[in-house]
């Protein structure tokens, strides 16, 4: 049988249970360890075999042993002192990689680069924001500290339930961001991910990502999956790297890709796990050594620039003319409050206002199919059409507004909620991008586009490529009649 935590089935008894001085029934026991237990399965059996921490009272009631409990609280909390204590726990590293420790590095803690995720599919989400739909590693004013997400990470089922929510468990993620995101005194964080590097039935590593993990000598995680390893350390990429990838090997080692092996420095969301890597150190090491290594010895020619044309554009987007974000476009900022509210918008249907937020029914479509829901619609920030299930940034309900139809407008956002507008062409978004400057004015003229609209430009204006300079300049004279 699995080993028991009976200290957090104490502790969820404690939640559910209605009389707190009386022994909990049967049904409050076990609902208590099923909660609190994903493998159980039934729960008889563990209750009936728990003798000396479960005792049985009168009336089929039960209750815990204070000792037995005490005894696994002491060792639960010189696990936990160990874990989150300054001191290095570093053995020796071997060709078969385990983890025995949950650790989050205090370099990433100090930061407020936080977000929850779902998961199974790792969704990143801002919980204390909303649970609704999800957020991306560009959503700065959403990340917060590891406290809060670390707090709502530690939430079960049921507090989700209770908020509405179908989510069943969440976890971590942590936002790598480049220097000019980074506060003063801080270094620069890359992700070394190997993927596919490591027998999860055995433990055993591929010799390479043994090697990489060896000089890094600096935090690693296990990956979710437990086939991949993450290595976090400080320093970065040359500045015409975007990010860099290539496979360490030419036969599978598991699964079904070959091993490879990446390098992040910006732009990009961690799934943490904290399975500390056992062996390693559980701090954040100064890696740029490491980095140059790994750039020498496995790049070549074609993996000199291995970023897509959004990630290149997106690089240029910041060098050329950084917003006031200093990483993303300020027209992923616009707020759905500050589009109700500009002249050319359509007003929210019987609308109230409190605290901020707006509720009513649905500006662009009807509030439901009865036509009785009038309240179907809410924002501040972000929006979100109850009916729909779906919301977003202002620039996506711009986007509903000019570009969807009807009782199915919200379809144009796209299924998987985040702003990136998929069902626009490019020359759409475009025109999106110069409508809310020019008949929305909810930004000035020379505020720089996302990336997407620039590559556009290029091609409206048939530039030559990658002349990104002068496709800023051509997009501040650009009008909605030029294309």
């Known amino acids: 049988m699995s080993e028991i935590d009976w200290v957090s089935v104490r502790d969820r008894a404690k939640e559910i249970t209605e009389d707190v001085l009386s022994p909990l029934s049967y049904e409050e026991l076990a609902t208590a360890l099923e909660d609190t237990h994903d493998d159980v399965g039934l729960a008889g059996g563990y209750i009936e075999s728990a003798e000396g921490t479960i ?39 071997s060709e078969v990689v385990e983890s025995s420790r949950v650790v989050y590095p205090d370099e990433l803690k100090e930061r407020e680069n936080w977000l929850c995720r779902t998961w199974d599919d790792k969704v990143p989400l801002a919980p204390w924001r909303s649970l609704e739909y999800n957020a991306t590693w560009g959503d700065v004013e959403l990340w917060s500290t590891f406290n809060e997400a670390k707090s709502w990470a530690d939430k079960d089922k049921t507090t989700f339930q209770a908020l509405g929510s179908d989510v069943d468990r969440l976890g971590l993620c942590f936002i790598l961001n480049d220097e000019d995101g980074i506060p003063n005194g801080r270094e620069q964080l890359s992700l070394i991910d190997l993927d ?72 990009h969301v961690i799934a943490m796990v904290a399975d500390l890597v056992d062996g390693c150190p559980n701090r954040v090491a100064d890696g740029q050594e490491n980095i140059d290594w790994i750039l020498e010895e496995y790049g070549d020619d074609e993996h000199q620039d291995t970023r897509s044309s959004g990630s290149i554009l997106d690089e240029k987007h910041k060098k050329v003319k950084t917003s006031s974000s200093g990483d993303y476009s300020v027209y992923w900022q616009i ?43 809410h924002a501040d920030t972000d929006w979100y059409c109850f009916r729909c299930d779906t919301g977003g940034h202002g620039l996506e309900l711009l986007a509903v507004e000019e570009f969807g139809s009807g009782s199915t407008a919200c379809d144009v956002v796209g299924d998987e909620k985040t702003h990136n507008l998929p069902d626009l062409s490019d020359r759409e978004f475009l025109e999106l991008c110069l409508l809310a400057r020019d008949k929305y004015s909810l930004v000035s003229e020379d505020t720089s586009p996302p990336a997407r609209a620039i590559s556009e430009v290029i091609e409206v204006a048939d530039l030559p490529d990658e002349e990104y300079s002068l496709a800023y300049t051509v997009y501040e004279n650009m009008s909605i009649d030029d294309i």
């Open 196 to 267: 596919d590097v490591r027998k999860s039935e055995t433990g055993e590593v591929h010799p390479v990502a043994l090697e990489v993990l060896e000089r890094c000598n600096s935090y690693a995680e296990l990956s979710q999956s437990g086939e991949g390893i993450h290595i976090i350390v400080e320093g970065s990429l040359p500045d015409h790297l975007g990010e860099f990838k290539k496979e360490i090997d030419d036969e599978i080692w598991v699964g079904d890709e070959l091993p490879k092996i990446e390098i992040y420095d910006h732009s």
């Open 55 to 93: 005792l049985r009272k009168k009336d089929d009631g039960y209750s815990f042993n204070p000792t037995a409990i005490e005894v696994q609280q002491n060792a639960t909390d010189e696990d936990k002192a160990d874990s989150d204590s300054g001191e290095e726990v570093v053995g020796e590293l």
């Open 335 to 377: 707020s759905a409050r500050d589009v109700l509210r500009c002249g050319s918008f359509p007003s929210v249907k019987s609308d109230r206002e409190k605290n901020g937020e707006i509720w009513g029914g649905h500006p662009v479509h009807d509030s439901s199919s009865s036509g009785k829901d009038k309240k179907n619609f």
